[in-house]
């Protein structure tokens, strides 16, 4: 089970579950073993035979709202945010909702524990790609609006602005990377004609004069043009004959 701390781990294995997660994404995403976590410590409360092992969306939706109401009955607190993210598969949530409940149960936090990063988009993958490996816009709409959360709410309106905040957010992640490039290889044609021209280490000119030649007008630096006059000579008319 990639993605858990090894302590959460071996937890889950003590726990044993009727099937061992091998996919956290796929295997937490109907809620059965998530049941069966809480079921382990709350066995009067989760009642095994009330939730369903199916994978239709339907399904999923059923086990999760009897654990949202046994939750809020027990008075614990299960971020909802983590339950959504969890149910539509996306990127992270599982992890972070084991880990959670893990927490919940045990009074303990897993030893490599962070602080939890909310954004389960595809982002932090696309950066690990090179530029030309990298999702295109249709494709990171597919990859970050999944096709239950379209089950979920059917309103052509609200998905509409959810593809376009996508969209946004992809071509902001594209300009911003592209800028990266284009910084970083400017700044290396500058330190290189520096070192073929001294043959010294500069290295506080050579900081310099890279920041200097990384303004553009783009960054809001003001670039001044002279016009220079060139005085050409007066051409002959051809003589007739």
Request: charged share 25%.
């Amino acid at each position: 089970m990639t993605g858990l701390p090894r302590d959460v781990t071996r937890w889950l294995q003590s726990l044993e579950l009727t099937v061992h997660p091998m996919n956290v994404r796929r295997d937490f995403s109907s809620g059965y073993h998530v049941a069966e976590m809480f079921c382990r410590y709350y066995p009067r409360d989760f009642e095994m035979h009330a939730y369903s092992k199916g994978t239709s969306f339907s399904a999923k939706q059923d086990n999760w709202n009897r654990i949202r109401r046994t939750v809020q009955k027990l008075h614990l607190h299960l971020p909802e945010k983590l339950v959504y993210g969890t149910m539509h598969c996306k990127p992270g949530a599982a992890e972070l909702l084991v880990q959670q409940v893990y927490t919940i149960l045990t009074k303990h936090r897993p030893r490599t524990a962070h602080n939890p990063e909310l954004d389960f988009s595809d982002q932090k993958y696309q950066q690990l790609l090179p530029a030309v490996a990298r999702s295109t816009a249709t494709t990171a709409v597919k990859s970050n609006l999944r096709k239950t959360e379209i089950l979920a709410l059917p309103d052509t309106l609200t998905n509409g602005r959810r593809a376009e905040a996508i969209i946004c957010k992809h071509l902001q992640d594209k300009t911003a990377a592209r800028t990266a490039t284009d910084r970083a290889g400017r700044s290396n044609v500058v330190k290189s004609r520096l070192k073929q021209m001294t043959g010294k280490n500069l290295s506080r000119d050579e900081k310099r004069l890279s920041e200097l030649c990384l303004q553009s007008p783009l960054n809001g630096a003001v670039v001044s043009y002279k016009t220079i006059k060139v005085n050409q000579p007066a051409r002959r008319l051809p003589q007739s004959c």
